[in-house]
């Protein structure tokens, strides 16, 4: 449940910590920027995190069932070939403890953890216009000044806890599938309660299943899902993937989304139904991610992702025996892939259990909570235990948690009231010298993360090393430039059928109140890239450099 302490004030004779660059978050990007600061530049730098150890997404997120839906192979650092000939896989879509071992792995190998402070909060942090620097408080009243701010906070690390009336009457227990004890939750003979059906929830449903007694699902917003078809690697795959590491680097590097695969060309429109229908069915046992590549227009024509649409929705039907509960699982109300479409064990086949019944609760909202279970405005459910599978204020959220103030005290809340402003999801006017590692603006989560938080880790390393080269002590993104990136990014998931999907995280609708703007960049991961390297081979064109 979450730490709802209060915050110790600063002692005024603390003695501030001077660091080069100080960066918030030890995750896949935290650790990179780490590396790249500390190894590549030889800059003074500190990493700040939260939690006792490294991970990041994958040190909060150990509920039942977690697992990336990147294929193992790709969900790895590239940077180094000796690490990927060192590190194996076990599995095609790993679990959470295997990826927390592998961070943990790469931790020790480059020596990262002597420059982590673990257990450590940020709180706020202030920029000084005359001294140029950052003035960065934590929880427990510890102080640092930097010269650089690099926040690698995630995109999906500040859980979202529904305003539900009663939760704090409810006799049993509750968790959030973002803040999971680490010790584990004891489903058998308990009767569950989980409220959400995007990925987390697909993904748990099935685990908590198998023990509890009964679970019910809450269910707002109908999903698609593919088999992940998982199993374990084999001696022959893991060995081609050590020999084929430069060309596996090559093509996450240049596909739209980071995957080692590429979108078939042809259009849906270019073969016959039967035809179609034969690609779709290869696709789903295939499994995974790479059924949204059979056709290269399933993301941009209405018509070709309605093929797609029906396809998935027809296999839904076949798989749940009940006809009533079929029909709420298909009755999807936005375009394939208009959200990221989760990839699932086993997670429709869980709906034929006799311990799992679904409530449509867009048709019979939830009401309260009461102490004994959940009361929606048909009937109450009793209940031991109530998973909250309802994911996070993405993307701005882990941002705007922490107290951010840039020049003349300008809040980032309050240069963010109206929805997130960056340059390239890079900089934020107004707040100089301040980075942020795959922010609203940048490719981010319709990416392979692993693949595009290296390119803004070694973005900003590069950009820091023009800095010290030329003598130049500030950078700030321009405001113009910072408008005519949130144009970009508008048009880019504009020429998308992505804004269909009402309810979807990418525009902050899980949220309420939160301002419903499309917040990455839809354009592809490889041209991002290339609009990153113009703008620093122009000079950083877009900001304005100073000494």
Request: one cysteine or more.
């Amino acid at each position: 449940m979450p730490d709802t302490s209060m915050p110790r004030q600063a002692d005024p004779s603390t003695q501030a910590t001077e660091l080069d660059a100080l960066v918030i978050g030890a995750g896949f990007a935290g650790m990179y920027q780490l590396l790249c600061l500390r190894d590549r530049l030889g800059l003074s730098v500190k990493v700040l995190e939260a939690g006792d150890g490294v991970g990041g997404t994958w040190y909060w997120n150990r509920y039942p069932g977690a697992r990336c839906d990147s294929e193992s192979h790709a969900y790895s650092f590239y940077f180094s070939d000796e690490l990927l000939q060192e590190w194996e896989w076990s599995e095609r879509y790993p679990q959470q403890p295997e990826i927390l071992r592998y961070l943990n792995y790469v931790a020790d190998k480059f020596d990262l953890k002597r420059n982590i402070a673990f257990n450590t909060r940020v709180t706020s942090a202030r920029y000084d216009e005359a001294a140029n620097r950052w003035h960065v408080t934590t929880e427990a009243g510890d102080l640092y000044t930097t010269k650089f701010l690099i926040t690698a906070v995630g995109c999906l690390s500040s859980a979202n806890i529904p305003n539900i009336p009663g939760l704090d009457r409810f006799a049993g227990q509750w968790y959030h599938t973002g803040q999971w004890p680490h010790e584990g939750v004891d489903f058998t003979g308990k009767r569950v309660g989980m409220i959400g059906t995007g990925s987390t929830g697909i993904q748990a449903a099935p685990v908590i299943a198998e023990t509890a007694a009964h679970l019910t699902v809450f269910q707002r917003t109908a999903n698609y899902s593919m088999p992940a078809q998982n199993h374990p690697l084999s001696t022959e795959f893991k060995q081609w993937v050590k020999e084929n590491t430069g060309e596996l680097r090559r093509m996450m590097q240049s596909t739209p989304n980071g995957h080692p695969f590429a979108n078939e060309d042809r259009s849906a429109h270019d073969v016959t139904p039967e035809q179609r229908n034969a690609i779709y069915e290869k696709a789903w046992e295939i499994g995974g991610l790479q059924f949204r590549a059979t056709f290269r227009d399933l993301l941009v024509d209405k018509s070709a992702n309605d093929t797609a649409a029906e396809f998935i929705r027809a296999k839904i039907r076949q798989i749940v025996k009940n006809p009533e509960t079929a029909a709420k699982l298909s009755d999807i109300d936005h375009p394939f892939a208009a959200k990221r479409p989760p990839i699932d064990t086993f997670y429709f086949e869980t709906f034929n259990r006799d311990n799992v019944s679904l409530v449509d609760i867009r048709a019979n909202p939830i009401e309260r909570i009461t102490a004994s279970g959940i009361e929606t405005k048909g009937a109450e459910y009793p209940l031991d235990i109530i998973v909250f599978a309802t994911g996070f204020d993405a993307m701005t959220g882990p941002l705007l948690r922490m107290d951010i103030q840039g020049r003349d005290g300008l809040a980032l809340k309050e240069a963010w009231n109206a929805g997130p402003r960056s340059y390239l999801g890079l900089q934020v006017a107004g707040f100089p010298n301040f980075f942020t590692v795959t922010g609203p603006g940048s490719p981010s989560v319709l990416c392979n993360m692993p693949v595009a938080i290296e390119q803004h880790a070694e973005w900003i390393a590069n950009c820091i090393g023009h800095m010290r080269e030329h003598g130049l002590e500030r950078i700030e993104a321009k405001a113009e430039s910072a408008d005519q990136w949130v144009d970009q990014v508008n048009a880019a998931a504009n020429a998308t059928l992505l804004p269909q999907a009402k309810h979807s995280w990418y525009l902050g609708a899980n949220v309420p109140g939160k301002p419903r703007v499309f917040m990455p960049y839809a354009g592809g991961m490889a041209r991002y890239r290339e609009i990153c390297a113009d703008v620093a081979a122009n000079d950083y064109k877009g900001f304005t450099l100073s000494a």
